[in-house]
Structures are given as structure tokens and as C-alpha cells.
């Protein structure tokens, strides 16, 4: 074994390799650059023994700025004390000279380029992995400002904590996550969710759909279907900001939109483009004889005037088709996007981030919940928890914010749930008594004046997902009324096989099931 003034010699004679990356650092390592060869030496080579180490530190410094180059330099010194690993060294500086993480670092001053450095110099350390790390990269790049730091936190956290067990698979899922909702898993999914299921979750969202759209009026009194040609949407948006030389044109433009955004919106937009846009009218007319509405569209949103925007995003295109987006407009559509149902808006502990056992990720892995997701103007404020089984929709609870406990929206929900089971062929509809939240308990509460019946259905409700209607301890089941009844059923005791679930209902004789 070399004794240590051997390795001493075996590294000077290094130095020579040394320089010949230190010419390529455009001054940055010199005698009296920010850091010395013998910088080099003291902080790297020495703890690796390797004088490849410092020939590949000396390769990153040189493709930063002075300050970047520095905290570079430091976090590499950092990395070779503690890890005393050459090969880690060479292979996060060779992943940080990259031109896609450089790229990215560039774009950031100050503080956040501080931190970015240090978040990526370290998912390279812990993945070892050049695909990982511009993934990481890419992402980050994607944000501006404070969230780009966010995201390049929580990415490093999930790289630490799994440095053990696979941090390059975890920051590649988390990546695939990011692609598909955005930095918002961060707020809906805890850490440790994220590095335990994040094979669960992305086959969850790799699987997700989202369908049934339908579109309601908040205007109408009786919450009727939206009775407008979304494909003409686009058009009449344009013509109810910049007007028409045609006044049936107009008005019929003006009362379509009006019926989605509001009046006081349409005549915001309007007052708007006349008072500071009015030169725009010509061009705008000129795509439209062109038919290119996009394109005029696109000039619109470009004046970034947020009244005007407002009416031109009242259409926009999600997943492949066109919504209808709007403050008078309750979207309902089926969805099994666990990311579509976030416990800080609906107050329901089975939605993320809380995901309460049995929650919102059983219910996406089995097909028999149907989960409706109820919006307004692009913003989620209620869901429905349903589940369908042997012919019998079962409502097990309506949740959401306190702006969905409002009787027009209940109706239009009720409505909605009611020709939701029969498009399933459902024989039964059982709105559930059994709720827990203000929500549900609120909902059960406005259709009682419908005059449905109390009733009792016989189902077995056999899935791992939670349901209201099999919690309550006085729950009757199969003529068995105890408060001992829910744990006989876990126990398969007696014979027992299911519950009779306690439910305002309506019957469907005629509906046949396929």
C-alpha cells in the first residue's frame, strides 16, 4: 500500500493534467483567479485521490460565471470531504457541465440561482444519473421565481430521502407527476406519499380519464344543460368584445357568452377593448374573414388585459376538447385523476393530501366508484363519491366548499347524479343519509323536499374503499341492527354478507342494464 507522501508525488505529477483544464476555465482558476490550482489539490484531490476528481471540478467551474463557478467549487469541496468518493465526484461535475443543466442554471440570478445550483449539484451527487438530473433540470426550468425554487427543493428532498433505495427512479416518477398536474402533487401529495407510492400513483395517472363532460347554467332557474354550440363558442367570444357591423350577429354573440361569464363581465371586456383597443378591430377582423379565430384569439389574449381575457378564455381546450369555462357555467364530469380532489378545498379527509385509509386512491383503482367532479370557472368546488353496484347507484356523499352549499347548485347536482345512474343503467339511485360533513348533511337536506322515499337497499359493498353508508355502528345489516354490526361484517361472522344501505331513493323499472 503507497504511503501517503507517495500519493502525494502520484498527485503532483497530476498537475500537469490539471492545467490543461485549467486553460479551458476562462481565467476562473488561476494563482489569482477565484480559485487556485492548489485549490484543487487541498479540496479535492486529497479527500478522493484521485486526480481525475479535480480534472473533472476543474471542467464544471468553466462553464459557469464567476459567482456560479464558486458555489460550484464549494459544494464539490463539500462533496469530496464528506463522501471521500472520487467516482461520485467525476460523475455529478461531468453531469453538471451539461448543456441542458447549464442552460437551465443560467437562467436564474441571485438567490434562486443559488439555490438551484445547490439543489441540482446534489441530485446529481445522489442519482448519479445524467437522465434524472436534466429531468430534474427541465423541470425546474419550467417555473420562474420563487416556485422554480420550490420545485427544486422539493425534488432534492425526494433525491436525499431516497438516496438509498433508488433516487434515480423517484426523481424520474416525480418528474412524470410534475408533467402530468404541474407543481400543484407538492400541495396535494406529502413526501413521503410520494417516495412510498409513486409507482401506485403514476400508473393511477397514466390510467386517469376524464368523461361525460356536461355543462349546466347557474343563471337558468331550473339549472338547465347549457344549450350552446361549443364549437361556435370561440367566434362568439370574439364578436361579444370587438362588436359587429351585423346587430342579430351581435346581440346573439353577446347573450351566448353572457349566459357563461355574466353581464357585468361582457360589458367589462367590451368598455375595455373600445377604451385602450380599439385599433386592434381591423386586424382582428381581417383573421376572422381569414377564418383564423385562433390567430385572433391570440391578439386578444396578447393585450394581457384581464377583462378581456376573461371572455376569451371562457372556451378553452383541456385533454384533447373543448369546456366551456365561465362564472355562471357548473361543469360536471367524471373523473379518476386522484389530483382532481384535494381535501383543502372539499373538506373531505379521503381526498389528498390527507387520503384517509380507503380513500381517493382506492377509489381510482376500482372501477365501481364513479367519482363527478363539479367546477366553476375552472376551479373545483364539489365532487360526488358514488359507487355502482349490482344496478344500484349508490350517491354515498356530495362534498365540497362552502360556495357549493347553495340550492341551485344542489338541484342542478341532484339532477345530474339522477341522469348519471340511468345513462349506467342503474335499477336504483340511493342518495346516502349517512354523510358525515356540513356537506353531504346539507345536500340530504334540499332534496328532501323532492319527496323521494327512505328506504333500505341490500348491497354488499365489498371494496377496500371507504364509504360513509358502511361506518355508522347502528348501520343495519341484513336485518341485524347493533352497534357490534360493522365489525361482524369484517369478521364474516354469522353468515352476514352485506349492509342495508339507508338512502332517499328513486327506482328505474325500465331502465335495462347491459
Given at each position: 500500500m503507497?504511503?501517503?507522501?507517495?500519493?502525494?508525488?502520484?498527485?503532483?505529477?497530476?498537475?500537469?493534467?490539471?492545467?490543461?483544464?485549467?486553460?479551458?476555465?476562462?481565467?476562473?482558476?488561476?494563482?489569482?483567479?477565484?480559485?487556485?490550482?492548489?485549490?484543487?489539490?487541498?479540496?479535492?484531490?486529497?479527500?478522493?485521490?484521485?486526480?481525475?476528481?479535480?480534472?473533472?471540478?476543474?471542467?464544471?467551474?468553466?462553464?459557469?460565471?464567476?459567482?456560479?463557478?464558486?458555489?460550484?467549487?464549494?459544494?464539490?469541496?463539500?462533496?469530496?470531504?464528506?463522501?471521500?468518493?472520487?467516482?461520485?465526484?467525476?460523475?455529478?461535475?461531468?453531469?453538471?457541465?451539461?448543456?441542458?443543466?447549464?442552460?437551465?442554471?443560467?437562467?436564474?440570478?441571485?438567490?434562486?440561482?443559488?439555490?438551484?445550483?445547490?439543489?441540482?449539484?446534489?441530485?446529481?451527487?445522489?442519482?448519479?444519473?445524467?437522465?434524472?438530473?436534466?429531468?430534474?433540470?427541465?423541470?425546474?426550468?419550467?417555473?420562474?421565481?420563487?416556485?422554480?425554487?420550490?420545485?427544486?427543493?422539493?425534488?432534492?428532498?425526494?433525491?436525499?430521502?431516497?438516496?438509498h433505495i433508488g433516487s434515480k427512479k423517484a426523481i424520474m416518477t416525480t418528474c412524470h407527476l410534475l408533467d402530468k398536474a404541474g407543481s400543484r402533487i407538492f400541495d396535494m401529495l406529502d413526501k413521503d406519499t410520494i417516495i412510498k407510492q409513486y409507482k401506485e400513483l403514476t400508473e393511477l395517472l397514466d390510467n386517469s380519464y376524464e368523461k361525460n363532460r356536461k355543462e349546466y347554467s347557474l343563471n337558468l332557474e331550473k339549472?338547465?344543460?347549457?344549450?350552446?354550440?361549443?364549437?361556435?363558442?370561440?367566434?362568439?367570444?370574439?364578436?361579444?368584445?370587438?362588436?359587429?357591423?351585423?346587430?342579430?350577429?351581435?346581440?346573439?354573440?353577446?347573450?351566448?357568452?353572457?349566459?357563461?361569464?355574466?353581464?357585468?363581465?361582457?360589458?367589462?371586456?367590451?368598455?375595455?377593448?373600445?377604451?385602450?383597443?380599439?385599433?386592434?378591430?381591423?386586424?382582428?377582423?381581417?383573421?376572422?374573414?381569414?377564418?383564423?379565430?385562433?390567430?385572433?384569439?391570440?391578439?386578444?389574449?396578447?393585450?394581457?388585459?384581464?377583462a378581456i381575457n376573461d371572455i376569451v378564455n371562457a372556451s378553452e381546450y383541456r385533454n384533447g376538447s373543448r369546456i366551456v369555462k365561465g362564472k355562471n357555467v357548473l361543469e360536471a364530469v367524471e373523473s379518476n385523476n386522484p389530483l382532481d380532489y384535494n381535501s383543502s378545498v372539499q373538506i373531505a379527509c379521503v381526498y389528498l393530501p390527507a387520503n384517509h385509509k380507503g380513500g381517493i386512491v382506492d377509489y381510482c383503482k376500482d372501477e365501481r366508484f364513479k367519482l363527478i367532479r363539479y367546477d366553476v370557472n375552472g376551479n373545483t368546488i364539489g365532487s360526488a363519491i358514488c359507487y355502482l353496484e349490482d344496478g344500484n347507484f349508490l350517491v354515498d356523499s356530495v362534498e365540497g366548499h362552502r360556495t357549493f352549499r347553495k340550492k341551485r347548485i344542489f338541484d342542478i347536482v341532484y339532477k345530474d347524479l339522477v341522469n348519471r345512474a340511468k345513462e349506467y343503467h342503474a335499477k336504483r339511485i340511493i342518495f346516502s343519509v349517512d354523510g358525515y360533513n356540513e356537506t353531504p348533511r346539507k345536500f340530504i337536506e334540499n332534496i328532501k323536499e323532492y319527496g323521494l322515499k327512505l328506504d333500505k337497499t341490500k348491497m354488499a359493498l365489498d371494496t377496500e374503499g371507504y364509504l360513509e353508508a358502511k361506518q355508522n355502528p347502528y348501520l343495519t345489516i341484513y336485518g341485524v341492527t347493533s352497534i357490534d354490526a360493522a365489525r361482524q361484517l369484517e369478521s364474516n361472522k354469522g353468515g352476514v354478507q352485506g349492509y342495508m344501505t339507508k338512502g332517499y331513493c328513486i327506482d328505474f323499472p325500465h331502465n335495462k342494464r347491459k
Amino acid at each position: 500500500m503507497k504511503g501517503y507522501p507517495d500519493r502525494i508525488m502520484e498527485t503532483n505529477k497530476s498537475l500537469d493534467e490539471l492545467l490543461e483544464n485549467v486553460k479551458r476555465s476562462k481565467g476562473k482558476i488561476s494563482d489569482k483567479g477565484l480559485i487556485s490550482p492548489s485549490d484543487l489539490f487541498d479540496k479535492i484531490t486529497i479527500y478522493t485521490k484521485d486526480p481525475k476528481a479535480a480534472i473533472a471540478v476543474a471542467a464544471v467551474v468553466g462553464r459557469y460565471n464567476e459567482k456560479t463557478a464558486t458555489a460550484i467549487f464549494n459544494l464539490f469541496s463539500h462533496f469530496a470531504f464528506y463522501d471521500r468518493n472520487p467516482e461520485v465526484i467525476i460523475k455529478a461535475a461531468n453531469i453538471m457541465s451539461l448543456d441542458e443543466i447549464v442552460n437551465v442554471v443560467v437562467g436564474y440570478k441571485g438567490d434562486y440561482s443559488d439555490c438551484i445550483v445547490d439543489s441540482l449539484s446534489n441530485i446529481a451527487r445522489y442519482t448519479r444519473n445524467r437522465e434524472a438530473t436534466i429531468a430534474a433540470a427541465e423541470k425546474i426550468g419550467q417555473n420562474k421565481g420563487i416556485k422554480s425554487v420550490y420545485v427544486a427543493i422539493m425534488l432534492l428532498e425526494i433525491a436525499y430521502r431516497t438516496r438509498h433505495i433508488g433516487s434515480k427512479k423517484a426523481i424520474m416518477t416525480t418528474c412524470h407527476l410534475l408533467d402530468k398536474a404541474g407543481s400543484r402533487i407538492f400541495d396535494m401529495l406529502d413526501k413521503d406519499t410520494i417516495i412510498k407510492q409513486y409507482k401506485e400513483l403514476t400508473e393511477l395517472l397514466d390510467n386517469s380519464y376524464e368523461k361525460n363532460r356536461k355543462e349546466y347554467s347557474l343563471n337558468l332557474e331550473k339549472g338547465e344543460k347549457l344549450k350552446i354550440d361549443v364549437g361556435k363558442l370561440p367566434y362568439y367570444s370574439l364578436i361579444s368584445v370587438i362588436g359587429s357591423r351585423d346587430p342579430s350577429n351581435e346581440k346573439n354573440a353577446v347573450s351566448t357568452v353572457m349566459e357563461i361569464a355574466g353581464e357585468k363581465a361582457v360589458n367589462r371586456a367590451r368598455n375595455e377593448f373600445n377604451s385602450h383597443y380599439k385599433n386592434l378591430r381591423n386586424t382582428i377582423i381581417s383573421y376572422i374573414n381569414d377564418n383564423d379565430i385562433n390567430g385572433a384569439l391570440k391578439l386578444l389574449k396578447d393585450t394581457k388585459n384581464e377583462a378581456i381575457n376573461d371572455i376569451v378564455n371562457a372556451s378553452e381546450y383541456r385533454n384533447g376538447s373543448r369546456i366551456v369555462k365561465g362564472k355562471n357555467v357548473l361543469e360536471a364530469v367524471e373523473s379518476n385523476n386522484p389530483l382532481d380532489y384535494n381535501s383543502s378545498v372539499q373538506i373531505a379527509c379521503v381526498y389528498l393530501p390527507a387520503n384517509h385509509k380507503g380513500g381517493i386512491v382506492d377509489y381510482c383503482k376500482d372501477e365501481r366508484f364513479k367519482l363527478i367532479r363539479y367546477d366553476v370557472n375552472g376551479n373545483t368546488i364539489g365532487s360526488a363519491i358514488c359507487y355502482l353496484e349490482d344496478g344500484n347507484f349508490l350517491v354515498d356523499s356530495v362534498e365540497g366548499h362552502r360556495t357549493f352549499r347553495k340550492k341551485r347548485i344542489f338541484d342542478i347536482v341532484y339532477k345530474d347524479l339522477v341522469n348519471r345512474a340511468k345513462e349506467y343503467h342503474a335499477k336504483r339511485i340511493i342518495f346516502s343519509v349517512d354523510g358525515y360533513n356540513e356537506t353531504p348533511r346539507k345536500f340530504i337536506e334540499n332534496i328532501k323536499e323532492y319527496g323521494l322515499k327512505l328506504d333500505k337497499t341490500k348491497m354488499a359493498l365489498d371494496t377496500e374503499g371507504y364509504l360513509e353508508a358502511k361506518q355508522n355502528p347502528y348501520l343495519t345489516i341484513y336485518g341485524v341492527t347493533s352497534i357490534d354490526a360493522a365489525r361482524q361484517l369484517e369478521s364474516n361472522k354469522g353468515g352476514v354478507q352485506g349492509y342495508m344501505t339507508k338512502g332517499y331513493c328513486i327506482d328505474f323499472p325500465h331502465n335495462k342494464r347491459k
